[in-house]
């Protein structure tokens, strides 16, 4: 038997029944329309930033490779985007990269999954998500064993139509350039 608390049946004449039902799949698709929209914007704010650089050659006597972090931070939020380090389960050195140790690295277990390992002296160029941020700062710090530490930042205005930024030289990294890609 059908529950019936309109006192129309669907075996009656139905008009309400129709009626109801034509409204929930037009509130459904309605709905669905909007959450597909909220997406794409999500997907369209996006971003990806290239970040090139240069690791220098130093003239050292015990030369290690660097550590290198880049992460973005807004406001009280940081976001780990690259570390390059040892990769052993107890990597002893991390806390030497001290800034991103503060903001990031004693707290967030997944750097993991964007960490790669230690690289020599060259040039490189990294694309990485920044996602929905549109204002941050970007910092990168290199640090090395028995070695220097240089860390450097730029403020990133993804509202303005600067699509270039250029961090100078420090002594353990080269001139930085940035790019955004919208």
């Known amino acids: ?3 019936d608390l309109t006192g129309i049946s669907p075996d009656g004449d139905g ?3 129709n009626a109801l039902k034509e409204s929930f799949v037009r509130k459904f698709v309605t709905q669905l329309g909007f959450a597909a929209a909220l ?3 999500t997907l369209a704010n996006a971003a990806t930033i290239d970040v090139a650089f240069e690791i220098p050659a130093l003239a050292a006597e015990r030369y290690a490779n660097p550590y290198v972090a880049i992460w973005a ?3 009280r939020e940081a ?7 040892l990769n052993k389960k107890e990597d002893k050195w991390l806390p030497d990269i001290k800034r991103w140790w503060r903001k990031i690295g004693r707290y967030d277990a997944h750097v993991d999954s964007l960490t790669g390992a230690t690289r020599g002296p060259g040039n490189y160029q990294e694309t990485l998500d920044i ?3 549109q204002t941050f700062t970007l910092y990168l710090e290199v640090v090395r064993e028995n ?3 240089s ?6 205005d993804l509202t303005q139509k600067q699509n270039t930024y250029t961090i100078p030289a420090a002594d353990e990294i080269g001139q930085v350039t940035i790019t955004v890609n919208r």
């Open 73 to 75: 931070e807004e406001g």
């Open 39 to 41: 997406g794409t914007a």
């Open 79 to 85: 976001k780990p985007l690259l570390l390059w380090h």
């Open 15 to 17: 008009h309400l029944f």
């Open 151 to 156: 860390l450097v930042d730029t403020k990133i």
């Open 147 to 149: 070695g220097g530490r």
């Open 131 to 133: 996602g929905a941020a």
């Open 1 to 3: 038997m059908w529950l």
